[in-house]
């Protein structure tokens, strides 16, 4: 029976189908590491008191990409070139969602608007995150390999998820509400088509390296399919919304180390 843990144990079992999934994992969280340290740093004057948690985001990234690189050498495997169709955060961007990185290079502090679409795309991406890695939680929390990893930045996604309510929750009160539902919605609505893009070139790959037959691979991008045209009739919705979280200040304290792997 085709099923998401059955799917995600096949990739798992095969060294190569692992190497490229933890390899476009640990790419993406490096790229947000880099991304937030960078917003962070440039944080503009009225809020500079966001700075730190900002730079706790982008630590915590920097984090995950470091866990699945670790994943990566415990097996005894280096990791592999990302395929560009398969590059969620580099897409993104191209996408015109969150910031540029022409600006984030710069050395041009950062406006309020600017952290308020940074917040925006961020609250759609941890959306994603959060549910993908609770997915792998729910199937994969007692693995002897992934265990601990994927429990641990199963709670780092969802504390990031909270902080981004807490602070856009913030910003609304501050007169932002307006600036805020529009780009959540732009956000939210550009994300689903990557995040179908991406899957269905992901899944591509993973096919020619584990042989599926056809019939396989074209029930899976059927599912692909399926999953967009859901978010995109209502699903999005789920990205928009701002409500306070059950976390208080959630990054407002030091990151956590990275679990022992070995």
Known sequence: MLSAKSLFQEILDHDESYALFCSIAAGGEAQGGWENARIAALAPREERALAPKIARHGADEDKHGRIFTALLRKRGLQPVPVPPETDYTMLLERHGIGLPHEKLKAEQPLTVEDIVTYLAHSRVTEQRASEQMRLLRKHFADHPDLGRAVRQISQDEDHHLAYCHEELLRLARAGHGRTIQRTLRTCALAEIRVYRDVSLAVMSHMGRILHWPR????????????????????????????????????????????????
């Open 215 to 262: 019939p396989k691979a074209a029930l899976l991008a059927l599912g692909i399919h399926t999953v967009y045209a859901w978010e995109r009739l209502t699903g999005w919705h789920r990205m928009t919304t701002l409500k306070p979280p059950h976390l208080t200040n959630p990054l407002g304290t030091p990151p956590s180390p990275a679990p022992e792997l070995v």
